[in-house]
């Protein structure tokens, strides 16, 4: 580790840290429906998709209602980007005459984007026509991210409103968080991206002829549009095979910094969104501080296992940390920063192969992705994930003290609890079910790249990543067989509705809750001591959980290494 790393470290999280009041106020006045200074602008636009949809922004929703009409958008989005991907070879806009995507991938495609998880079996400049990048894959990082900040916005009004039964309008959060948080801000990052060096056309690819005579097809497209909500959505689907580490997704080192700090930023500002209509600021920067203090170790682990090295690399003379697999223009410092921030935050895009990592460098990507992804996380998924172990831990800590939970002044009481342990073990369930049965059928086996834990590591990542809606892979696994292209689709369905289901249906029972008076033996939740039960029930349950899954893989493989034996 250098002086120079931890420097770059701390100024990216200096930005997240200037950003998350600004932004946190701006979306605040968006989602209580104040004006704004893009209200003119946008007002009439917002007002006429509600005509065209037959509601209002008068017009609120019961929990059931708000769910069924996420999930019904998700299934027709899900149906319709499956049929374009069928159909691109007689669409327009379609230069390099991409085939029909293959039934099989087609599914794992639609399900990847409209779940915000963006798992790509396949290469997006070999397989997809522009069509399909644009109006297909590009449309669905914007609404799926902003379904994913509707839902967290639905959990905070359960929290801040008492006697009530609605939790606002899905059509208008979705419209809004679209409008006003995620359009303006891509459409600024993208003319950015495009002045560093992204393309952004519709040419045919380029034909070049190399120094040595030989042909090269050098692709290209819309990119910088795609890379800009990819990233600030959370999404992480590339336009690139190579993803975030091809010269034309990421040309310079501003746009690299660009795309890790888009990525945390709407999740670290929604804890401040939190803090204001619950109406106590404190309480967002207790959240904020328990996922930053997750982040800080998870960054010191990766960064300090990949500047140590291989030590059969060492034994062999040559000194040094671990450059196998990193983005060679940045190095292991930002490599490793930004291979925790896209796990941490289930954004997924990746600029450096985390199968090449050390075995410690990388567990951390799957113990973010295990945890649920609440350091940070998804935009909206990070939230509400992160709320739903607040409600446990303080269950606990009114155990603790032998009197009725409480936490912003409302009764935490059985149904709370169950839906939050609902929502809770229904992750390990897909992650660790599908895993067993890949890892012992000839099927799955067959795809793994390399023998031992290592080759475990590869299979429990993908179901780790697609569960937890990641989407970014270990690699080594070859996923575009049947076998994995459904079982993955599937992991990403219930790793985002049945969550979202008994998220859901706590903030239904919450915000028909009364608000108690604070007292004497109210259990203060803004204060260190709240972190730190917050941040133990987070390990506790994650380690209880998946260390066997752990221990069979790159735990195993980290003692095997240091004894001098390889996978």
Same mark, same amino acid.
């Given at each position: 580790?250098?002086?120079?790393?931890?420097?770059?470290?701390?100024?990216?999280?200096?930005?997240?840290?200037?950003?998350?009041?600004?932004?946190?106020?701006?979306?605040?006045? %968006?989602?209580?429906?104040?004006?704004?200074?893009?209200?003119?602008?946008?007002?009439?636009?917002?007002?006429?998709?509600?005509?065209?949809?037959?509601?209002?922004?008068?017009?609120?929703?019961?929990?059931?209602?708000?769910? =069924?009409?996420?999930?019904?958008?998700? /299934?027709?989005?899900?149906?319709?980007?499956?049929?374009?991907?069928?159909?691109?070879?007689?669409?327009?806009?379609?230069?390099?005459?991409?085939?029909?995507?293959? !039934?099989?991938?087609?599914?794992?495609?639609? *399900?990847?984007?409209?779940?915000?998880?963006?798992?790509?079996?396949?290469? +997006?400049?070999?397989?997809?026509?522009?069509?399909?990048?644009?109006?297909?894959?590009?449309?669905?990082?914007?609404?799926?991210?902003?379904?994913?900040?509707?839902?967290?916005?639905?959990?905070?009004?359960?929290?801040?409103?008492?006697?009530?039964?609605?939790?606002?309008? #899905?059509?208008?959060?979705?419209?809004?968080?679209? &409008?006003?948080?995620?359009?303006?801000?891509?459409?600024?990052?993208?003319? *950015?991206?495009?002045?560093?060096?992204?393309?952004?056309?519709?040419?045919?690819?380029?034909?070049?002829?190399?120094?040595?005579? =030989?042909?090269?097809?050098?692709?290209?497209?819309?990119?910088?549009?795609?890379?800009?909500?990819?990233?600030?959505?959370?999404?992480?689907?590339?336009?690139?095979?190579?993803?975030?580490?091809?010269?034309?997704?990421?040309?310079?080192?501003?746009?690299?910094?660009?795309?890790? *700090?888009?990525?945390? =930023?709407?999740?670290?500002?929604?804890?401040?969104?939190?803090?204001?209509?619950?109406?106590?600021?404190?309480?967002?920067?207790?959240?904020?501080?328990?996922?930053?203090?997750?982040?800080?170790?998870?960054?010191?682990?990766?960064?300090?296992?990949?500047?140590?090295?291989?030590?059969?690399?060492?034994?062999?003379?040559?000194?040094?940390?671990?450059?196998?697999?990193?983005?060679?223009?940045?190095?292991?410092?930002?490599?490793?920063? #930004?291979?925790?921030?896209?796990?941490?935050?289930?954004?997924?895009?990746?600029?450096?192969?985390?199968?090449?990592?050390?075995? !410690? +460098?990388?567990?951390?990507?799957?113990?973010?992705?295990?945890?649920?992804?609440?350091?940070?996380?998804?935009?909206?998924?990070?939230?509400?994930?992160?709320? %739903?172990?607040?409600? *446990?831990?303080?269950?606990?800590?009114?155990?603790?003290?032998?009197?009725?939970?409480?936490?912003?002044?409302?009764?935490?009481?059985?149904?709370?609890?169950?839906?939050?342990? &609902?929502?809770?073990? /229904?992750?390990?369930?897909?992650? &660790?079910?599908?895993?067993? %049965?890949?890892?012992?059928?000839?099927?799955?086996?067959?795809?793994?790249?390399?023998?031992?834990?290592?080759?475990?590591?590869?299979?429990?990542?993908?179901?780790?990543? @697609?569960?937890?809606?990641?989407?970014? =892979?270990?690699?080594?696994?070859?996923?575009?067989?049947?076998?994995?292209?459904?079982?993955?689709?599937? @992991?990403?369905?219930?790793?985002?509705?049945?969550?979202?289901?008994? %998220?859901?249906?706590?903030?239904?029972?919450?915000?028909?809750?009364?608000?108690?008076?604070?007292?004497?033996?109210?259990?203060?939740?803004?204060?260190?001591?709240?972190?730190?039960?917050?941040?133990?029930?987070?390990?506790?349950?994650?380690?209880?959980? #998946?260390? !066997?899954?752990?221990?069979?893989? !790159? /735990?195993?493989?980290?003692?095997?290494?240091? &004894?001098?034996?390889?996978?």
């Amino acid at each position: 580790m250098t002086l120079n790393g931890w420097i770059q470290i701390l100024l990216f999280c200096g930005l997240i840290l200037v950003l998350v009041r600004p932004l946190g106020g701006y979306m605040t006045r %968006v989602f209580s429906g104040e004006r704004t200074l893009l209200s003119p602008v946008l007002g009439p636009l917002e007002r006429g998709l509600y005509r065209i949809a037959g509601t209002g922004e008068q017009e609120e929703q019961h929990w059931t209602t708000y769910t =069924a009409a996420l999930l019904f958008f998700s /299934i027709a989005s899900v149906v319709l980007l499956y049929f374009m991907q069928r159909f691109q070879a007689v669409l327009p806009f379609n230069p390099a005459e991409m085939p029909a995507v293959p !039934p099989e991938l087609a599914f794992n495609t639609a *399900v990847s984007f409209v779940t915000n998880t963006n798992w790509q079996n396949y290469g +997006g400049e070999g397989t997809m026509s522009y069509l399909t990048q644009m109006a297909g894959l590009t449309v669905q990082n914007f609404v799926s991210a902003a379904a994913g900040i509707a839902i967290a916005v639905a959990l905070i009004r359960a929290f801040s409103r008492k006697s009530m039964r609605s939790l606002g309008n #899905f059509w208008v959060d979705l419209t809004r968080a679209t &409008l006003y948080v995620l359009l303006p801000i891509c459409v600024v990052g993208t003319l *950015v991206l495009v002045w560093q060096g992204v393309p952004q056309n519709l040419n045919p690819y380029t034909v070049a002829t190399t120094l040595e005579g =030989a042909q090269q097809t050098i692709a290209q497209g819309p990119v910088a549009s795609q890379m800009m909500i990819k990233h600030l959505g959370t999404n992480g689907g590339g336009f690139f095979n190579a993803n975030a580490s091809h010269p034309f997704e990421s040309p310079t080192a501003l746009t690299n910094l660009i795309h890790m *700090v888009s990525i945390f =930023a709407i999740g670290a500002a929604l804890t401040n969104v939190f803090g204001r209509m619950v109406g106590n600021q404190r309480q967002g920067w207790a959240i904020f501080a328990a996922m930053g203090i997750l982040f800080i170790a998870g960054v010191a682990v990766c960064y300090w296992a990949e500047a140590a090295g291989n030590p059969l690399v060492h034994a062999l003379g040559i000194e040094g940390g671990n450059m196998e697999g990193k983005e060679t223009r940045f190095g292991i410092a930002l490599s490793s920063l #930004f291979a925790v921030i896209t796990t941490a935050a289930s954004c997924g895009a990746v600029n450096a192969m985390h199968g090449s990592f050390m075995a !410690p +460098g990388g567990m951390i990507p799957l113990i973010n992705m295990m945890l649920g992804e609440v350091v940070i996380g998804g935009v909206g998924a990070g939230l509400y994930g992160m709320l %739903v172990f607040v409600v *446990v831990s303080i269950f606990i800590a009114g155990l603790m003290v032998g009197r009725t939970p409480e936490y912003l002044g409302k009764k935490i009481e059985a149904k709370e609890v169950k839906m939050a342990m &609902l929502a809770l073990l /229904i992750l390990p369930l897909s992650m &660790l079910g599908f895993t067993a %049965v890949a890892v012992i059928l000839e099927t799955g086996v067959a795809s793994m790249g390399n023998p031992g834990p290592h080759g475990f590591s590869e299979a429990l990542y993908a179901y780790v990543s @697609a569960t937890a809606n990641n989407g970014s =892979a270990f690699g080594g696994l070859t996923g575009n067989t049947a076998w994995y292209n459904i079982t993955l689709g599937l @992991a990403m369905l219930i790793g985002r509705f049945a969550m979202i289901v008994p %998220v859901m249906a706590m903030a239904g029972s919450l915000v028909t809750k009364k608000a108690a008076p604070e007292s004497a033996g109210t259990f203060p939740t803004t204060g260190p001591l709240f972190i730190g039960l917050l941040i133990g029930v987070v390990l506790i349950m994650g380690g209880l959980e #998946f260390f !066997p899954a752990l221990a069979l893989g !790159p /735990i195993v493989e980290h003692l095997a290494t240091s &004894l001098g034996q390889t996978f």
